[in-house]
């Protein structure tokens, strides 16, 4: 507990960092964010769990960007180029843009470690739920929906009940630093 | 007539065998389930050797790749005291492919459990407060049992070759 409050309380200013479009644009976070909360999703394509949570990415992609929630999908695996990403997200159908986060910079900035892993900001910018899209990869066995009802909490202007669950998946795959 | 029986015998003796023979071999890959509370009795269980414990899944291809290079660690370091134990993330959809894969690797000669907690972030929490479940991780404990060090993601080997050498 005291490990996520602290987290949660290094996190009150509005993150700034810089994306990159797939086609090599550079775009700031703060014209990607909502006016009510931003969902800042860590994925990765070549992560099968990441991958297995692909329709409920779209499924939440859709519902809560017609309730005005803004939706940020960052991709900062060094080992997975634009170009690559560009082929999933067109054989998938992803509905959604995917940014390259070069040098991990928004993740490092966030503490990212995994894909996916999830950060659900108000309009503050304060990160009121961390983690995990649910509890199962499977969905058939999901019990705690937790990015589903923070974003319900927070569009309530309620404080979610479950503010953090585990990241479970991948590392996130880091560029090398020069040190 | 007699003869028929006879043969009829042998061969359900032989069909005996080979059913008991399979069961055997398919038991001797069944993963055994580890959570919060065995966990710790787990590592505890190892005192007075160096234990990696490694967590990996079917689906994590950086696992797959490590998994041999910790059998080939495990050859190396026996006689010095090394123990490598295996625990398998993957949930019940896939965990089946799991002890074909350690086979694969060689690395069915190692213990092996599965993940089987009742409570996932406790567990993960608990292990580690800096793991957050993702793969691979690998947690090295000195000879007293007390967890040294932690590796996540892909890892050299030789990085975790040496924090081993620096326990034994």
Same mark, same amino acid.
């Not at chain 1, 999703?41 to 099968?48: D, T």
């Given at each position: 507990m005291f490990p996520l409050l602290l987290f949660l309380t290094a996190v009150v200013e509005p993150p700034s960092f810089?994306?990159?479009?797939?086609?090599?644009?550079?775009?700031?976070?703060?014209?990607?964010?909502?006016?009510?909360?931003?969902?800042?999703?860590?994925?990765?394509?070549?992560?099968?769990?990441?991958?297995?949570?692909?329709?409920?990415?779209?499924?939440?992609?859709?519902?809560?960007?017609?309730?005005?929630?803004?939706?940020?999908?960052?991709?900062?695996?060094?080992?997975?180029?634009?170009?690559?990403?560009?082929?999933y997200a067109t054989q998938a159908r992803i509905p959604f843009p995917i940014y390259k986060d070069y040098n991990n910079r928004a993740a490092d900035r966030m503490g990212t470690q995994t894909t996916p892993e999830m950060f659900l900001l108000d309009a503050a910018g304060e990160?009121?739920?961390?983690?995990?899209?649910?509890?199962?990869?499977?969905e058939a066995r999901v019990k705690t929906h937790g990015l589903r009802d923070a974003l319900d909490a927070v569009l309530a202007g309620k404080d979610p009940k479950v503010k953090e669950l585990k990241a479970f998946g991948c590392v996130l795959h880091r560029a090398k630093k020069q040190s | 007539m007699r003869a028929a029986s006879r043969e009829e015998a042998i061969m359900r003796l032989a069909f005996l065998l080979v059913f008991l023979s399979s069961i055997a071999s398919a038991q001797q890959l069944l993963l055994k389930p580890v959570d919060e509370v065995s966990y710790p009795r787990l590592v505890s269980g190892f005192k007075g050797k160096v234990l990696l414990v490694d967590f990996w899944a079917t689906w994590c291809v950086p696992c797959r790749a490590e998994l041999p290079q910790l059998v080939k660690l495990q050859a190396k370091f *026996?006689?010095?005291?090394?123990?490598?134990? $295996?625990?398998? =993330?993957?949930?019940p959809e896939t965990v089946n492919a799991a002890p074909k894969f350690l086979k694969s690797t060689g690395a069915d000669a190692l213990p092996a459990y599965v993940k089987r907690a009742k409570d996932d972030d406790k567990?993960?929490?608990?292990?580690?407060?800096?793991?957050?479940?993702?793969?691979?991780?690998?947690?090295?404990?000195?000879?007293?049992?007390? *967890?040294?060090?932690?590796?996540?993601?892909? $890892?050299?080997? =030789?990085?975790?070759?040496?924090?081993?050498?620096k326990l034994l």
């Open positions: 810089q994306l990159s479009t797939l086609q090599g644009a550079s775009v700031q976070y703060s014209d990607l964010k909502g006016a009510k909360a931003t969902v800042v999703a860590f994925i990765g394509i070549k992560c099968p769990v990441s991958q297995a949570y692909q329709s409920r990415m779209k499924s939440l992609f859709a519902t809560y960007t017609a309730k005005g929630v803004a939706f940020v999908f960052v991709d900062a695996n060094a080992n997975e180029s634009a170009a690559e990403i560009e082929v990160v009121r739920y961390h983690g995990a899209i649910d509890d199962a990869t499977n | *026996k006689a010095r005291g090394l123990e490598i134990v $295996t625990i398998s =993330a993957d949930e567990f993960i929490g608990a292990l580690d407060p800096k793991w957050q479940g993702a793969l691979p991780a690998l947690f090295l404990y000195d000879k007293t049992g007390k *967890k040294v060090q932690a590796f996540f993601g892909e $890892t050299p080997i =030789a990085r975790i070759e040496a924090a081993i050498t």
